[in-house]
Structure formats: structure tokens, C-alpha cells
């Protein structure tokens, strides 16, 4: 249970820093890093590692589409 909470620590972490480090990328390629990462954290949470694989997939596929109809 401890690995799993250093694990959503670290990607909330880079969740929120994330905008800041892609500055100069397009909108696309943020909502598909910020997705990625917000479903991975959701999966692994809710499903273990199975379930951090899909939801990053899942995460990443939506974020990309919503950051690609922003542009």
C-alpha cells in the first residue's frame, strides 16, 4: 500500500507541474501529458497495475482530443 501512495504522490506531483515544463508545446501534446497522467493516477488507484496502464492510455487518448478541439 505504501508503494502505491509514493506512486500517486509522484505523478500528482508531476500533474502539477507539468503546464510548466511544456510551455512551448502545443495544446494538443499538453492535454495528452496532463491525461496521461491524471488516468494513469485514477487507474492506480482504482485498478493496481493493470489498471495504470489503461487509464494513462485512456487519459492520454482524451487529453489529446480535447487539447487538440482547444487549438
Known amino acids: 500500500m505504501k508503494g502505491r501512495s509514493v506512486i500517486v504522490l509522484a505523478l500528482?506531483?508531476?500533474c502539477v507541474c507539468l503546464p510548466l515544463m511544456n510551455?512551448?508545446?502545443?495544446?494538443a501534446q499538453t492535454g495528452a501529458a496532463?491525461?496521461?497522467i491524471g488516468g494513469a493516477v485514477i487507474g492506480a488507484?482504482?485498478?493496481g497495475g493493470?489498471?495504470?496502464v489503461v487509464g494513462g492510455l485512456i487519459?492520454?487518448?482524451g487529453?489529446?482530443?480535447?487539447?487538440?478541439?482547444m487549438e
Do not use: F, W
Open 12 to 14: 500528482a506531483i508531476l
Open 23 to 27: 510551455g512551448c508545446a502545443t495544446s
Open 34 to 36: 496532463i491525461g496521461g
Open 45 to 47: 488507484v482504482t485498478g
Open 50 to 52: 493493470g489498471g495504470l
Open 59 to 61: 487519459g492520454a487518448g
Open 63 to 69: 487529453g489529446y482530443v480535447v487539447g487538440n478541439e
